[in-house]
C-alpha cells in the first residue's frame, strides 16, 4: 500500500480520531466523501507546517490501525538528520522522491466485513438492518410493533431477530443459507429454525428450538422440511413421509429433489397402507444415494431429471457401483441387492419424468419436450437391455453365493418350550396385577407382549401381519361353531374339542391374502381383560388389538419377540425369531404323512402358495442333501445297490456306528478314509416291490446287535491309551491294531474302529 505524503497544518492525531469515529457507521459513498474532504484540508495547510517530533511518534503509532482507509494521507517528513526523523523515517522505510513522498507498509489484514441481512420489504442487502427498517419502513406493521418495545429490550430484540431471519430466509430460496456468524467448526452445515426461520448448526438446531418454541423431537428433521417447502409435492408426502426420514445428507437430498419426491408420491398412492411409509422412506433414500454419487462425478448434474439423459447412463452405472460398495479387486458388491433393485426405482422415475414432459409439453433447456421424451425412453431401453450386463449379473452371483452358504438355523424344541413356560407365569402375574389396579401401564404392557408372543408362536404368523391386527376385526369373528355340526362326522373327538376350544380370526396377509389365526383359551381370556381395562391405558384414536398404552401406533412384533426370547433363558435366543419359526414349522410337517391337499392347507394358512412352501420353508437343502441323498451316494459307491432294490431313500438304513468327530493328522489316518469298513452296508431281506400305485414298499430290516464293553476290555483300552485320552487325541489304525494283537482273546469281539470310537468317546464325554 502506497501513502502519499503533504505538509498538513492540521493536528493529525484529533484530525485521526474524528475521522475514525465518523467512518465506522458510513457507507463505503460516504466514508470516501469524508477522505476527500480530509485530504483537501491537509492540502490547504501544506504550506505552513513546523517539525513536531510528538505528532511523529504519535502518527508512528496508528498507522497500523489506519489500514481501513484506501488512501491515508500523511504529513512529508522534513529533511534533517536528527535522531527522532531518522528512527521514523527508518521504522516506516520511506523512500525520497522527487515533490511527493511515498512510502511503503507492510500487508494488513482488514478488519472483518460485517455481513448484510436482506431486508423482507425492500428486497435488498442493508448493513445495519436495525436503523434501516426504522427510517425506510416505519409504516410495517411488524416495525411499529418493533419501535412500540424499549430500547435494548430482549422483547425489541426478539422481534427484531425475527424479521431478519425472516428476510434471510426469503433470500435463501435463491442464494443459499445466509450465516449471521461464521461458524467454529469447518464444514459444519446449517438448518433453519422452524419456528423463527433463522439459520443454526445443525447438531445444536435443537437447543435453539427448545428455547425459541419449546417443541421437543426432532429439530434437524423439522428443518429439513422447511428447506423442502418450496418444492411441490403431494401433502401426504409432506405429512407422513418427511418427518420420518432420518435427518442427514441423504434425506436433504432426497426431499429437494422433484423427481424423487414424486417417485415417493406415486409409490405412496399405490400403497396405501401406513405401514408402507418406511419402505417409501427407504426408496427415496436409495435414489438419493445415486443422485450423490452422480453429483460427485459429474457437477454439471443438478438434478436426477438432468441424470436421465443417455450420455450420462456410464455416470449411473458407476453412481451404482459406488453406492453398493463394489470393488474391482475380486468383481463383488458390498450391498448386491440394492445394485440388482435401484434398476426398478430408476425406470419408474424414466416413466414420472416421460408424463412430466408430456403434460407440461415445454422446452428443456436448449432441447424440445419431443427431445427430452426421446432421451428418456432411450434410457429406459438402456435400463432393460444393458443394465443386466453392467450390473444385474455380478450382483446376481454375489447373493446366490451368500445364499448358497448360509447357514440355516431353526430353534431348538427345548428352546420353544422354555419360552412357552416362561410366557404363560409372565402373563399370569401381570394379569393379576392389572385385575387388581385396572391403569396400571406396566402390568398392561406386560400381558400385551406376553399375549402377542404366544399367539406368534403358536401360528407362526409374520410379525407384521399381527401386530397390525385391529380392534374390531377380533371383536367381530364369533367363536360360535354351530354351523359346523354338520362335520362332527369326518371330525375325531380331539378335533372336535379343538374346533370349540380356539378362536379362528382372519386378518390380512402378503399379497392381499386372508390368512387366519387361532386363539387358545387362555390367551383369549389374557385379550379380554386387555380390552376391559384398554379405556384407561391406550386413547380411543388407537385402533390395533395390540396398541402400545399412550400412543396411537401398534407394538413392534419383531423386537417384541427378540425381547422376550433373551428374557426366558432360552439356549440359543437369536434361533427365535418369525421368518425361523415359520420354517420350523414347514420342516418338522415333514415328519408326517401329508397329502397334497393337507400340504395346500398349511400353505394357505402359512400366507403362502405351495410352490413357496415347497422352495423356501420346508427341509432345508443342506440337510436333504447330507443326510437323504449321501445315503444313495453311499450304497452306489459300495456297489451295493441291488439289495436295496424297490426301496425308497426313507427306506434305505446305514449302519454307521458312531460319527468319527475328529481327525489325526498323521498319515495313516489318510489311508482310512479310503476304506470301506468306515460304512458297513446292514444285510436286508429281499422285498419285492408292489404294484400298486402310490404304496410305499416296506421292507424288514435286521437290527443291529450291539456287544457291550466289559470292564476287563474297558480297562486294558484306558490303560494302553491312557496317553492318547490325556492329550484328547484319538488313536489311529495302526495303534489300535497293535492293542487287539496285545490281547487277542480279550478284543476278539472288537475292531479297531470300535476301539477307536471307545477312546474318543471318553475324552469327549461331557462331565
Not at 138 to 162: G, H, W
Not at 194 to 212: E, M, N, T, V
Not at 289 to 300: E, F, M, S
Not at 449 to 457: A, I, M
Request: glycine share 4%; charged share 30%; hydrophobic share 35%.
Amino acid at each position: 500500500m502506497n501513502i502519499l505524503l503533504c505538509q498538513p497544518k492540521l493536528d493529525i492525531c484529533e484530525e485521526y480520531k474524528m475521522l475514525k469515529n465518523t467512518l465506522e457507521n458510513k457507507e463505503d459513498g460516504e466514508i470516501q466523501d469524508q477522505l476527500n474532504s480530509h485530504r483537501a484540508k491537509v492540502e490547504k495547510a501544506n504550506l505552513e507546517y513546523k517539525k513536531d517530533p510528538t505528532e511523529i511518534a504519535c502518527l508512528t503509532k496508528r498507522i497500523y490501525s489506519m489500514a481501513l482507509q484506501k488512501v491515508i494521507i500523511l504529513p512529508i517528513m522534513p529533511q534533517n538528520n536528527d535522531e527522532t526523523s531518522n528512527k521514523v523515517e527508518k521504522k516506516l522505510n520511506i523512500t525520497q522522491d522527487i515533490g511527493l513522498k511515498s512510502c511503503t507498509i507492510p500487508e494488513i489484514k482488514s478488519k472483518t466485513k460485517k455481513l448484510k441481512n436482506f431486508c423482507y420489504y425492500c428486497e435488498t442487502d442493508v448493513t445495519n438492518f436495525a436503523r434501516h427498517i426504522t427510517v425506510h419502513h416505519s409504516t410495517e406493521f411488524d416495525v411499529i410493533q418493533i419501535n412500540s418495545k424499549p430500547i435494548n429490550s430482549l422483547e425489541r430484540k426478539r422481534l427484531l431477530a425475527k424479521l431478519r431471519n425472516k428476510g434471510n430466509y426469503l433470500k435463501h430460496e435463491e442464494d443459499g443459507p445466509r450465516k449471521v456468524r461464521r461458524s467454529t467448526v469447518p464444514g459444519r452445515s446449517s438448518l433453519p429454525c422452524d419456528s423463527c426461520l433463522g439459520y443454526f448448526s445443525s447438531k445444536l438446531l435443537y437447543r435453539h428450538r427448545k428455547k425459541c418454541s419449546g417443541k421437543s423431537g426432532s429439530a434437524q428433521s423439522a428443518g429439513q422440511n422447511i428447506l423442502a417447502g418450496h418444492i411441490k409435492v403431494d401433502e401426504r408426502l409432506k405429512r407422513e413421509i418427511f418427518p420420518r426420514m432420518r435427518a442427514d445428507k441423504i434425506s436433504l437430498e432426497a426431499k429437494t429433489d422433484t423427481l424423487i419426491c414424486a417417485f415417493g408420491s406415486r409409490f405412496l398412492r399405490v400403497h396405501r397402507e401406513y405401514h408402507f411409509a418406511s419402505v417409501t422412506s427407504r426408496k427415496m433414500r436409495e435414489l438419493a444415494r445415486i443422485l450423490i454419487q452422480l453429483k460427485k462425478i459429474n457437477p454439471n448434474i443438478k438434478s436426477l431429471f438432468d441424470a436421465l439423459q443417455p450420455k450420462y447412463f456410464d455416470n449411473i452405472v458407476q453412481a451404482t457401483q459406488n453406492a453398493s460398495g463394489y470393488k474391482s479387486s475380486n468383481d463383488s458388491f458390498d450391498a448386491p441387492s440394492y445394485a440388482m433393485n435401484i434398476v426398478n426405482s430408476l425406470k419408474q422415475c424414466c416413466d414420472i419424468a416421460i408424463n412430466f414432459v408430456i403434460k407440461k409439453a415445454a422446452n428443456y433447456e436448449s432441447i424440445t419436450a419431443a427431445e427430452a421424451e426421446a432421451q428418456l425412453r432411450t434410457m429406459l431401453h438402456l435400463f432393460t437391455t444393458n443394465w443386466r450386463y453392467e450390473i444385474s449379473s455380478q450382483a446376481a452371483n454375489n447373493l446366490n453365493l451368500k445364499r448358497w452358504n448360509k447357514i440355516t438355523i431353526v430353534p431348538l424344541a427345548t428352546d420353544l418350550k422354555i419360552m412357552k413356560d416362561f410366557l404363560i407365569d409372565l402373563s399370569k402375574k401381570a394379569a393379576t396385577e392389572l385385575q387388581i389396579t385396572n391403569n396400571k401401564v406396566s402390568a398392561y404392557n406386560t400381558l400385551l407382549e406376553t399375549s402377542y408372543c404366544q399367539v406368534l408362536l403358536l401360528n407362526r404368523r409374520r410379525p407384521g401381519e399381527l401386530q397390525r391386527m385391529k380392534l374390531d376385526t377380533y371383536l367381530s369373528c364369533s367363536n360360535d361353531k354351530s354351523t359346523y355340526e354338520e362335520f362332527s362326522l369326518i371330525t375325531s373327538p380331539s378335533e372336535q374339542i379343538l374346533l370349540k376350544t380356539f378362536k379362528r380370526v382372519v386378518i390380512r396377509g402378503k399379497r392381499h391374502r386372508g390368512v387366519p389365526v387361532l386363539f387358545s383359551k387362555d390367551v383369549q381370556h389374557n385379550i379380554n381383560l386387555l380390552i376391559r381395562v384398554r379405556e384407561n391405558i391406550v386413547p380411543e384414536t388407537n385402533i390395533f388389538l395390540f396398541g402400545k398404552p399412550n400412543s396411537i401406533s401398534e407394538i413392534s412384533g419383531y423386537k417384541v419377540l427378540r425381547k422376550y426370547a433373551r428374557l426366558s433363558g432360552a439356549r440359543n435366543p437369536d434361533a427365535i425369531s418369525s421368518t425361523r419359526l415359520r420354517k420350523h414349522l414347514a420342516t418338522l410337517s415333514q415328519l408326517f404323512n401329508m397329502t397334497e391337499s393337507d400340504i395346500e392347507q398349511l400353505a394357505l394358512f402359512m400366507g403362502h402358495t405351495v410352490g413357496v412352501h415347497r422352495g423356501s420353508y420346508r427341509l432345508p437343502d443342506d440337510v436333504y442333501q447330507t443326510a437323504k441323498l449321501a445315503k444313495l451316494l453311499l450304497v452306489m459307491e459300495t456297489g451295493s445297490g441291488k439289495s436295496f432294490k424297490g426301496k425308497s431313500l426313507d427306506d434305505i438304513q446305514l449302519n454307521m456306528d458312531e460319527t468319527l468327530m475328529t481327525e489325526t493328522n498323521e498319515q495313516e489316518d489318510k489311508e482310512d478314509d479310503n476304506l470301506q469298513e468306515d460304512v458297513v452296508i446292514v444285510e436286508s431281506e429281499k422285498s419285492k416291490p408292489k404294484d400298486v400305485k402310490n404304496s410305499i414298499v416296506k421292507s424288514t430290516i435286521k437290527k443291529r446287535t450291539l456287544v457291550p464293553w466289559t470292564q476287563e476290555q474297558k480297562g486294558f483300552a484306558k490303560r494302553f491309551f491312557a496317553k492318547n485320552i490325556k492329550n484328547c487325541k484319538a488313536p489311529n489304525r495302526r495303534e489300535c491294531e497293535n492293542l487287539i494283537e496285545k490281547y487277542p482273546d480279550v478284543f476278539k469281539n472288537k475292531s479297531w474302529l470300535k476301539i477307536k470310537v471307545f477312546i474318543q468317546n471318553q475324552y469327549s464325554r461331557k462331565p
